[in-house]
């Protein structure tokens, strides 16, 4: 190959390059969008994020496919997701657990804050106290002293460290000083089929697993994590009122993409977001199911990104003033 030649092939490539470069530039291209779980199927945080699989999708004109990858209370999947090519096709939804793993794990590997791309909030989720329904305590009070008097023979079903079943559950035990068997599960999707089976009693879980069974009755309700009523479950009394004062977790969801996503992709995903959630399907299913919409600020990259901060700046010293910790 003379030098001339060779010159103009390298050329034609670095030109074929730019060429594709820019027709690959727009995101997205014709590949689907895949938003990791960190959480069995057919749970709370799969509920959700199958609902705004298809809304946002639509706002996307691409389809969003859901992969579930459950284990170690959600960190197993935010790994997975941080360490995932960065262009805009690996997607996480996790929720308040990304605020609480800073502080319960020693070895977490990864900076909520730093390694991920803030997307948005896109559900704001209540937690009700629930057991199975043949328990013979009819209200709070019968269960506390039906807690004391069998101590570590109750079963506690959580999600694993780090989940907010297991958050609720700290919270409950630390507040009524009062110790259970904690049971942990890979979601709460089979944590609930167990506790209908009699397996263990009790859970603390969110109303977007619990809907279904709220209504039929096939669990007992003993307490909602929030200070006012749970609109769609207005029967329901809260921890607050039956005398757990200022007891309350609110599981907020957001969506991440790995560190350094370009902001082209960035940015209309963030965009897909604010209508996945403005969209009336997903608004009539998150209050079907008891959860509520966030408004337009933690909708928002920022305000995801300033709520995380704050999240963690709670939670951190609660958790290490618990002395609770995973490896
Ligand atoms: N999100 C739930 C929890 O943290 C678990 C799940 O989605 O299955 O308890």
């Known amino acids: 190959m003379n030098k001339n030649f ?45 609902e705004l699989a298809l809304s946002m999708g639509k706002a996307l004109k691409q389809q969003v496919i859901v992969d579930n990858t459950p284990g170690a209370g959600g960190t197993i999947a935010a790994k997975k997701v941080m360490n995932a090519k960065n262009d805009g096709y690996t997607l996480l939804i996790h929720h308040i657990g990304m605020s609480t793993a800073p502080g319960l794990y020693r070895n977490l590997g990864y900076d909520p804050l730093t390694d991920f791309e803030h997307l948005g909030q896109v559900a704001d989720v209540p937690m009700v106290m629930v057991g199975n329904k043949d328990l013979k305590a009819k209200n709070m009070k019968e269960l506390l002293a039906y807690i004391k008097s069998k101590g570590k023979d109750v079963a506690y079903a959580n999600a694993g460290i780090g989940s907010a079943s297991h958050l609720c559950g700290l919270l409950f035990m630390s507040t009524i000083q009062q110790e259970m068997t904690t049971v942990p599960y890979k979601g709460t999707a089979p944590a609930l089929t167990d506790l209908m089976g009699g397996q263990v009693q009790l859970m603390c879980d969110q109303t977007t697993n619990l809907a279904g069974q709220l209504k039929a009755g096939s669990v007992k309700a003993y307490g909602a994590t929030t200070m006012q009523r749970i609109a769609a479950f207005k029967d329901i009394p809260t921890l607050h009122e039956q005398g757990l004062k200022d007891f309350q977790v609110n599981v907020w969801h957001g969506v991440y993409a790995p560190k350094g996503t370009a902001k082209d992709a960035t940015d209309k995903l963030s965009a897909a977001i604010k209508a996945g959630i403005a969209d009336a399907g997903y608004k009539a299913k998150m209050a079907d199911l008891g959860a509520n919409v966030p408004n337009e600020k933690n909708a928002s990259p920022a305000g995801h990104k300033a709520h995380l901060k704050a999240q963690i700046e709670l939670w951190t010293p609660i958790i290490k003033k618990a002395g609770i910790y995973a490896d």
């Open 6 to 50: 060779r010159k103009a092939m390298i050329a034609v490539g670095v030109l074929a390059a730019v060429v594709s470069g820019t027709s690959h530039a727009a995101f997205p291209d014709d590949k689907p969008v895949t938003l990791v779980v960190p959480f069995a199927a057919g749970g709370p945080t799969d509920k959700v994020a199958r």
